[in-house]
Each structure stands twice: as C-alpha cells, then as structure tokens.
C-alpha cells in the first residue's frame, strides 16, 4: 500500500479532532471565495474544503453547483440572476468573472440559512489557480486541499467529461507544486477512479449519503448494497471516508479505524451536531462554522491543530 | 458652529443606515484585535467602535477595561489568567505585548455571549498607532475611527489622567494624519471637554445609558437630570450622541435630528432588536455581528454605505 502523508492532515488522535473549512467558512464568508478562504486560514483552520467546476473554456473554476445559483449571484449591474438554469459550463472563464459571487440574497430560502454571512461586493468566482497560488503564501504552508471533483452524471458525454476534468485539476495542482497538500474528493466514485489512473501521487477521497426518508437514494447510487462504507471505500483503493454525519455509527467508525482510514464528517453546523460527532471521536469535522467548533473543542480540552497549542482546561 | 465632515460618516439618510463594528466583529473575531479590523474592514464595514486605555509606561493600548479580562487573555505559557485585578494602566507595553488576546475561555460566561467567536493564537494587544497605520493601507481609505476612551474614574487623580490620555491619544492620531477622520467617544463626559479643549479639530461623541432596573444608575452619573439628552449633548458641544440601543424613543430621534446630531445605538446585536432599530430609524447601529445588520438592512433595500451598491429588492 501506497503512503499518503497528506492523508495526516485530516487524521485526529489523542486531543485532536481536524476541522476542515467548509467551502471556507460558508456561515461568515461567502462561500467559494477567495476572500473567505483567507479568512479561513487566518482563523488558524488547516484544512479547506471546496469545489471545482470546469468552464466552457476548460478552466477549472471555483464553484459549488453545476447551474450558478440564482439568490448567490449578481450580474454586471449588480442584480441577483433570474433564471437558475444558467449551467457554469457553458460559459467562458471570462463571462463568469463578469459576475459576483460575494453575497447571498437575505430574502431567498438559501439566504436564510446562513444570516451572518457578510456581505461583500465585487467577489468573483475564483480560479483553482487562484487558490493554488493563494496557499503558495509562505503564512499558508501548512495548509491541505480538499479538493472537490464536481461532475455533471447527467451529461451523456461523462467518462469524456471525467477524463479531461481531471487532466486539467491535476495539471493545475501539479503546476503550483501542491500534489502533496492535495486530496481529491468526489461523491463521483467512478471519477476517483480515474484521479487514481491519472494522479498517483494523491490520496482520494470518498464522499457518501445513505439514503434518508422516503424515496432519498444514497450518495453514490447504490454503494451501500456492495458492503460496509468504509469496506467499499478502502477496496476501491480509497484513502480517505467521508460520510453525511448522521450516517456515521460506533461500528462503522472501528471498522475505518482499522482499515486506517480517517472518518470525515460533513456538514455539521449546529452545537448539538458538532458535540455528538466530538463525542463520537470523528477525525475531521467539515463545518460553515469553524469558529463555532473550535470553540466546543478547546471546550473540551481537544484541538484541531498539532500547530494551536489549546490552553489548559479547569477541571 | 464649526463643521465636523467626520460626522458624515455616521449619518444615516435615505436608504441607508451606518454599520458600525463594536470591537472588530466581536461575534466572530476577538475583540480588540488588528485580526479582527482586518476583518472588519474587509467585509466592507466602514466604521469602526474600539476602546483606548493607557499603559504604564503612557502607550495608548486597544483593549476594553481597565482591568484584563482574565476568560479573554492568556498568559506566556498560554493558560488564562487566574486574576481578575490585573489593571491594564499598572503593565508596560512590552509586559501587556507578552499576552496573547486572540481567544476566549469557551467555559467561561464572557466565552458563552460568543460562541462563534473564532480563536486565533498569537494576537497581541494592538497600539492605537498600530491601528493607525493600518487605516492608513490604501485598501482603508474611507476607513472612519470611532475612538472610545476609557477613564478610570475610581482614580484620585482623575482629571490629571484624563489630560494626559487625551493628549497621547491626539499625539498619536495627529501624528497620522488621522484626524478627518476619528471622532472622539467616551461615557466620560468631563473627558470630552478636555478633548474639545485639546483637539478641536475633531468631533466628540456622547455615549449613554438609561437606569435600567432597580437600583441602576445611569452612566454618565445624572446626566438625564439635566434635560433630555440630545439638548444635554447639544449643549456641551458634542456632535454625536450614542444611546443603548432600549433608551431610543421617536420623540428623541426628532429632537436629535433637530438638533442635526447622528444617532448611533450600541450594541445592537439580536434579529429583533436589530430590526426594530432599522424601523425606527437611527443613524447607525454598533454591532458585534456586522454581516448579520448588513443582510438585515438588504433584505429591506437599505444600504450601509455609500461605496456598496444595493442590489435590488424584488417586491
């Protein structure tokens, strides 16, 4: 078995449980920005989480939905967009950067999930070079890339899609030198797949839902019937698992253990959330609150980072 | 009546009421911090609350009571300080620059009001000139100070150290050109006399608080005795009058407009108490959660600033 050091980012251990910025910290900054990735980083989180997207013109882009999404998103004059089905894949690197990505429109149902989100103007949709670049900053060096594939399954054309979309995220991660900060992350396991053939020298990543309530399928279709998660993921040649948190149980967690694989949860939010995967002893927590975690681990006399030396706790 | 063009930045008018970060953005960064103005400012809050004492050695240091908050403040060794008599004025700049500000105690009662509050390590106690020299980075041009200096009023020797605070203060904002752009604050309303003698140049705020239960005195001491308290502001020359957000009432907003003072309310920081001030009207709202009133104010079609343009609302 191969060794993948940066797969240590996200392993916890005795006082540590990671936490991983989810696209940033999506309850204070937007999300998918580079001003909210360095806020990120500046609250002392080592671990970013985020998405990648191509556009029309094969650049990797920053972004979490294959469609922009219209209550998340300005035109050049400045209005939120009308329509929702204005696919980031058809259009040029150009067209995209003529919009703003910086604020969430407080009247939409999306708005309202995330009420402290500042508001920000002239945001634009950030390149993966960007980022790159950005954690190149010697402040940045101890900083890991959890990095999110996004593939449209509806498109006729995926395994082509697949190929390219990694050839292109790789050549960019390559470039910046980063291979070694950089896990590829993907509820597109077939994807994972093809990083491995392309990619070698970084660890994959296995995103999963089980299903939920009636008629929900699971996160990727059907996994669940081959076999254990953490089974399936390390058999696929997975380094990483990183499961919907309320899918995570003590069993399945010993089993990760000793297939050594880190457990990642996401996307855990509220306190009664966060102390049930704390108490659960995940390895990582992906949350839109990491302030909020950090504060419940130090708490408990946990920390998230060897780096953050967490002041005594009375007892 | 001499023109204060520093009040501008606090006046409110059609569409749009001031944001004004208490501390930083006390509800997501620690207080008092160069981190957390950063932060401020990059969110595109335009003005900033924060809290001047003096060190022993005459240094005017950022950070809110006389005495260190010992749920606030760590020590060398990183543990939190056991004392609560620690007074700022009784430590050197080197000795007060030996803490680290940057997180609170999550056990603590202060560490609960602030459960987002994200946890830096190594931030030290700023200088007013360090925070000087920051609203002097090009980015921070429209960047206006709300200085709030705080006395001691249990020293004997009260109107020497009054003197001696407004003059290093003033020093230090003269020395870097910042005085079109500071105004002066404090609940010490003798000391703005003082500041009024020493630097006419810049406009002074008026800080109260109405007796509030039984037992509760108002601060200042008995000034409502005096008239209400716009006139009361008016008349000893202030340009500003900054009341507890609960004092507001319609009949003294009028008078305040009368008498053409802003007027800006502290420290607004729950849904409902913020919008009530959004439809009563104020100038201003001082906040620890400064994207949460921006979000508030554009769901209503308001603005914060004139530099943000408001995207449209619809109907």
Redesign the interface.
């Known amino acids: 078995m191969t060794a993948f050091p940066q797969v240590d980012a996200y392993r916890g251990g005795a006082g540590l449980i990671r936490v991983i910025g989810h696209r940033g910290a999506r ?3 937007p999300e998918n920005t580079l ?1 909210g990735f360095r ?1 990120t980083f ?3 989180v080592d671990v970013l989480e985020f998405d990648v997207v191509m556009s029309s013109d094969g650049v990797p882009v920053i972004t979490h939905n294959h469609a922009l999404l219209p209550s998340a998103v ?1 035109d050049g004059q ?3 967009l009308q329509r929702e089905d204005i696919k980031v894949a058809d259009l040029t690197l150009k067209e995209l950067r003529d919009l703003d990505v910086g ?5 939409s149902d999306y ?1 309202r999930r995330f ?7 002239g945001a634009v949709m950030p390149t993966l070079a960007e980022l790159c670049a950005l954690v190149q900053e010697p402040q940045y060096a101890h900083v890991s890339l959890l990095l999110e594939l996004k593939t449209d399954l509806s498109d006729p054309d995926i395994d082509a899609l697949r190929s390219a979309q990694v050839a292109a995220v790789v050549d960019v991660v390559r470039a910046h030198g980063l291979t070694e900060r950089t896990a590829l992350h993907s509820f597109d396991w077939a994807l994972l797949d093809e990083c491995r053939r392309q990619a070698p020298e970084m660890p994959t990543s296995y995103l999963s839902e089980a299903p939920r309530g009636e008629g929900a399928s699971c996160q990727p279709d059907g996994v669940t019937k081959a076999g254990s998660l953490p089974e399936v993921v390390a058999k696929a040649g997975g380094q990483m698992w990183c499961p919907w948190f309320e899918d995570v149980t003590p069993e399945l967690l010993d089993e990760a253990r000793a297939l050594s694989l880190p457990v990642v949860v996401w996307t855990v939010n509220e ?1 009664d959330d966060i102390v049930a995967m704390i108490e659960a002893g995940v390895d990582g927590i992906v949350t839109d ?4 975690v ?3 681990l ?2 408990r006399g946990l920390g998230w980072s060897a ?3 967490t ?4 007892v």
Not at 115 to 121: G, Y
Not at 289 to 292: I, L, N, T
Not at 311 to 314: G, I, L, S, Y
């Open positions: 309850g204070v900054m001003e806020f500046d609250i002392g300005r400045g209005a939120w604020g969430l429109d407080s009247r708005g009420p402290d989100q500042a508001f920000l103007s306190v609150y990491p302030g909020r950090q504060r419940l130090l708490e780096r953050v030396s002041p005594p706790v009375a």
